[in-house]
């Protein structure tokens, strides 16, 4: 059974560079069958996919926060990280990471999440 | 990009009511559709994927359809731990989006 398990800083300054690495346990993220990806949620608000990367290095990003994003994954430890830099308060959510299926593309395994709030 | 748009936001209901839940895409998405629910507080469950595949261990009450543009998740009878959030998901490219939510409320 694969876990997932997201850490780091739970208060990031404005401006400053959020970053988060997701502990994949139970599988491993080489496996080709899979991609990993990042998601967040706004208090009160859906689900915002922020981008994933393929355990070769290939990543996908959202748009919309493509400028800001870098997506990486170290297999060696079996870990995969989000950094996302010039934040605002607008950038505080509850930051979820997920395996995908390259099959359906659709998130079978999600970490526990964690929030992320960006004051001074 | 694709838009999702869910509809309702939120509904009320009891338990044992059937409930269907629409999502529509702003193009089409042939059926690479996957519906999430999720508790308060909790991580998203995946449901459904490819419109009408029941995951692993999810109730048979859940069930889904559509194609194109139009898809619809139907719970047949509304058990407690069903009161929750909805999410719609689609996967047709490399630019994946989710659908804005609909709450299932008590009534």
């Known amino acids: 059974q694969v876990q997932l398990q997201e850490s780091g800083p739970g208060l990031v300054k404005p401006s400053q560079t959020l970053s988060l690495t997701c502990n994949v346990s139970?599988?491993?993220?080489?496996?080709?069958?899979?991609?990993w990806s990042w998601i967040r949620q706004h208090p009160g608000m859906g689900l915002d996919w922020i981008g994933y990367i393929y355990h070769y290095g290939r990543t996908y990003y959202n748009p919309s926060l493509k400028s800001r994003v870098t997506i990486s994954v170290d297999t060696s430890k079996n870990q995969f990280s989000l950094s996302l830099n010039s934040v605002t308060a607008a950038d505080t959510a509850v930051y979820y990471c997920a395996r995908g299926t390259v099959a359906a593309a659709a998130f079978d395994s999600w970490g526990q999440g964690t929030l992320v709030t960006v004051s001074s | 990009d694709i838009q999702m748009t869910q509809s309702p936001s939120s509904l009320s209901a009891s338990v044992g009511d059937r409930v269907t839940i629409t999502c529509r895409a702003s193009q089409s998405i042939s059926r690479y559709l996957n519906w999430y629910q999720q508790r308060p507080g909790k991580a998203p469950k995946l449901l459904i994927y490819?419109?009408?595949t029941l995951q692993s261990g999810v109730p048979s009450r859940f069930s889904g359809s559509g194609s194109g543009t139009d898809f619809t998740l139907t719970i047949s009878s509304l058990e407690p731990e069903d009161f929750a959030t909805y999410y719609c998901?689609?996967?047709?490219?490399?630019?994946?989006?989710f659908g804005g939510g609909t709450n299932v409320e008590i009534k």
């Open positions: 490819a419109a009408s």
């Open positions: 139970g599988d491993s993220i080489s496996s080709g069958n899979y991609f």
């Open positions: 998901q689609q996967s047709h490219n490399t630019q994946l989006s």
